[in-house]
C-alpha cells in the first residue's frame, strides 16, 4: 500500500540499497514522502528504522539506489561537497537522548548551529536562538543552565529548539518522547502538532510509542524484510490483517485501548 498525490515529494527514495559486510539492511526499498506530512516509521529492532533516516541526512553512505530531497538528488552528495550544508540545512534530527553539548549552556546549544551554518553575526544567532527557545515553550530561566542542570522534559525542548534553529523543512525524531512520563509525553506531542502547523513541517518519527502514533501521525511506513511493506493512515494500518506482526502490534492488550481510544477521539472531533 502507498499513499501518493499530485504534489512533488518531499522526499523520494528509489531501489535503496544498504549493506553492512556483505549482509543487505535495505534491498530494492521504495518510499515517497509528500509534504507537510507526519510520518511515523515502524518495524521491527534490526529493520533499519535509523540507519534509513541517517542515510536520508547523508549521515550513512547507501550501498545503492537514489535519494531525493525537494526534487534535488542527494545520495550522491559527501560530506565534503560544497553544496551538503546548503542541503543538509533543510533538515532537522532531534535525537533519542538530545545529544546536547554538555560544556555548552542551553542557549549556547542553539546558537551553535546558527554559526556554524550561516553568516549571521553572533547577535543575530543569539535572537534567533531566543525566538526558538521561546517557540518551545521552554522558560528563559532554564536558558542560561547546562543541560545537566535541567529536566529531561526541558531537555527535549531545548533539544528540539536546537533541531529547528536553522528552519528546516523537514524534521526527524527519533523516539522523542523516550524517558518522559505519560503527560510530558502527552505535552510534547501536541507541541510538535503545533508546530507542524505553524511552521509547515513534514515530520519523520521513530517510535514505539503507540500513544504518540495516534495522537501525532498522519501516515505509517512500517519496514520489512528490508523493504517498505506498508505505507498507509494510522487507523488502515492498524486495521490491516495481512501482516501479522503488524496487526498484532496495534491489536495487542495494550494496543486495543489506544486503538479505541484514539479512534474514538478523533472521530469525535470530526
Known amino acids: ?49 535509523t540507519t534509513l533516516v541517517r542515510e536520508i541526512m547523508m549521515l550513512q553512505p547507501i550501498t545503492s539506489g537514489e535519494i531525493y530531497l525537494m526534487g534535488e538528488k542527494i545520495s550522491n552528495y559527501s560530506l565534503e561537497d560544497p553544496d551538503t550544508k546548503r542541503v543538509l540545512s533543510k533538515m532537522g534530527m532531534m535525537f533519542q537522548l538530545g545529544a546536547l553539548y554538555n560544556s555548552y ?36 530561566i532554564a536558558y542560561g543552565k547546562f543541560p545537566r542542570e535541567i529536566s529531561p522534559g526541558m531537555q527535549k525542548r531545548a533539544a528540539l529548539a536546537r533541531t529547528l534553529a536553522l528552519d528546516p523543512k523537514v524534521l526527524f525524531l527519533d523516539e522523542p518522547t523516550a524517558g518522559l512520563d505519560p503527560n510530558s509525553a502527552a505535552a510534547f506531542d501536541e507541541l510538535m502538532l503545533t508546530l507542524q502547523a505553524q511552521l509547515k513541517l513534514t ?15 498522519d501516515e505509517i511506513v512500517y519496514l520489512s524484510n528490508k523493504k ?26 495494550r494496543g486495543k485501548v489506544a486503538k479505541a481510544y484514539y479512534s474514538k477521539l478523533k472521530k469525535d472531533n470530526n
Open 228 to 253: 517498505v511493506a506498508l505505507h498507509d493512515t494510522v487507523l488502515n494500518a492498524a486495521n490491516y490483517e495481512g501482516i501479522p506482526d503488524l496487526y498484532n502490534y496495534f491489536n495487542g492488550e
Open 203 to 217: 515530520i519523520i518519527m521513530i517510535t514505539h510509542d503507540l500513544d504518540s502514533i495516534w495522537r501525532t501521525s
Open 105 to 140: 549552556s542551553i542557549l549556547d546549544n542553539v546558537i551553535y548551529p546558527i554559526m556554524e551554518y550561516s553568516d549571521f553575526s553572533y547577535e543575530l544567532a543569539r535572537e534567533l536562538a531566543y525566538q526558538k527557545l521561546r517557540m518551545t515553550g521552554l522558560k528563559e
Open 1 to 49: 500500500m502507498s499513499l501518493l498525490n499530485n504534489q512533488q515529494p518531499i522526499i523520494e527514495i528509489k531501489k535503496l540499497g544498504t549493506a553492512f559486510n556483505d549482509e543487505w539492511v535495505h534491498k530494492d526499498l521504495d518510499l515517497t514522502i509528500m509534504p507537510d506530512r507526519f510520518v511515523t516509521i515502524i518495524g521491527a529492532s534490526g529493520c533499519g528504522k
